[in-house]
């Protein structure tokens, strides 16, 4: 059976970021600022995405502002027909760069919200001053008028704080709030003693979205993604794997998720290397999780495989070391049991937890890098 | 719901794209795409951000040969649903 073409794509422009969140989604082994992709190449990724299909393209990182050539980027996204979406932290940005964002056809913001008060948030993003940052850079954005999301991870410190994120979105003129629960991957594989969120807590989250989705409906849309460690149920990853979207990370690997570089068996072709119409259709890690071939028989023979495909590969392979299991969060799991102790267990530490936080990529070691290397990667 | 002297209005970042791979009219908005079907598409084609819901019904039904009342009945349920998720915008 051949596989529809991707709608969206998320191009992961560089590693780099001010910020040092905890729970980053970023894998473990960050891409050298010398492998970042070059200006030229993104741009064939983008023409190639938007022939392949691609409608939305989703510019991300790291900080997507640590590139240079941002502006340039965004105008070749839209010379390619695709629709612009940058996701930021906002830090890196300022009035002038907006305003050139604006003219290169920049269509939508993503603002991060590391928590609603600056002793918290800048406690969360590990930098300081970064929430007051935000909130300028905010101003700005919603004065140029670009339409704007707020996208806020909800952990166990900062839930308390999710009414106070919708007014600030409705404050700022967000049409959109993304609320998800943080997963539990890369970075916050490390965190769980420091943010699982308790049993209750996600519960009191499902309360409050609902209760705002009620009260804010047709002024503000609320994307959700509930805490999945306590459920019964696995989450429909990436709507399925290999069937909606792509990843490009910084030196060019193309993947089927962000956490995909988790599945140690999987193997990733190069946007440098070969089309990505190719990569898409007959890459292996894409036809790797397609389908039910893979699956366990408690999948393969379950009523609910084509809802959740049998939940997420990377989680399965954090969990219970296989890729190939049912998600453990799924009560046919035959970790289901031992998972929700853990994250029982995880929820039960204090707030007093040290973060550990996302380190920034390395630098090529001296002796390999040459200073036409170094300049290219940041031009 | 909207009503007859209501303007609808695509609001910034929200726009008709042609699908050239799936050989269809989307609406593009933040982080969605939403495939259109023929009345879909015809609807949106007429906001101009100037016309009241009245008077774009009203062309339609011309242009369509068909009631008034089965053009505004359809295109309401439509615009609505689009209005709350933030697709399109009133004036009034």
């Known amino acids: ?170 404050e700022l003129g967000a049409r959109r709030i993304e609320v998800a629960t943080v997963q539990f991957h890369g970075w916050a594989l490390k965190n769980r003693d420091a943010l699982m969120p308790t049993k209750e807590q996600a519960k009191e989250a499902i309360r409050l979205v609902n209760k705002a989705r009620k009260e804010l409906k047709g002024t503000l849309v609320i994307d959700f993604v509930p805490a999945d460690y306590h459920d019964q149920l696995p989450k429909r990853c990436m709507g399925g794997w290999g069937t909606t979207g792509l990843n490009i990370a910084p030196d060019g690997q193309v993947l089927p998720c962000h956490a995909a570089q988790t599945i140690p068996h999987l193997t990733f072709d190069r946007v440098q290397e070969k089309p990505l119409s190719e990569i898409w259709y007959s890459g292996a890690a894409f036809n790797a999780y397609r389908g039910d071939a893979w699956m366990p028989d408690t999948c393969k023979t379950c009523d609910r495989k084509e809802i959740d495909f049998g939940g997420c590969r990377c989680q399965a392979m954090a969990l219970t070391g296989d890729p190939n299991a049912t998600d453990p969060v799924c009560a046919k799991s035959p970790f289901h049991l031992e998972v929700k102790e853990q994250a029982q267990q995880h929820a039960a530490h204090g707030n007093d937890v040290p973060l550990t936080y996302r380190v920034p990529p390395r630098k090529s070691a001296p002796q390999q890098q040459t200073p036409g290397t170094a300049r290219r990667a940041n031009a | 719901m909207i009503t007859t002297s209501d303007i609808p209005c695509l609001p910034r970042g929200v726009r008709l794209h042609f699908d050239q791979v799936r050989d269809r009219w989307v609406l593009l908005a933040p982080e969605r795409a939403i495939p259109l079907d023929q009345v879909g598409h015809a609807i949106l084609q007429e906001v101009d951000g100037a016309r009241s819901f009245g008077e774009i019904t009203t062309a339609l039904a011309e242009k369509y040969d068909a009631p008034v009342s089965q053009i505004q009945e359809d295109s309401a349920g439509f615009l609505n649903a689009l209005k709350n998720r933030r697709f399109v915008d009133l004036v009034s």
């Open chain 1, 1 to 170: 059976m051949t596989p529809e073409p991707p709608i969206a794509m998320l191009a992961e422009l560089t590693h780099r970021c001010p910020l040092a969140c905890p729970y980053c989604s970023n894998p473990l082994e960050l891409a050298m600022i010398e492998s970042e992709l070059d200006t030229k190449t993104w741009a064939r990724g983008f023409d190639e995405a938007a022939r392949l299909g691609v409608l939305q393209l989703h510019l991300s990182g790291g900080e997507p502002a640590s590139r240079r050539d941002l502006v340039a980027l965004v105008a070749s996204a839209r010379d390619a027909g695709l629709y612009t979406n940058l996701i930021t932290s906002g830090i890196g940005l300022n009035e002038a760069k907006l305003a050139q964002l604006d003219e290169a056809g920049l269509d939508h913001v993503q603002l991060s919200l590391q928590g609603t008060t600056p002793e918290l948030a800048d406690d969360i993003g590990g930098y300081r001053g970064g929430f007051t940052r935000k909130m300028q850079v905010a101003r700005w954005i919603s004065e140029i008028g670009f339409p704007l999301t707020l996208n806020v991870v909800l952990h166990r410190r900062n839930l308390h704080q999710l009414p106070r994120a919708f007014e600030i979105a409705q």
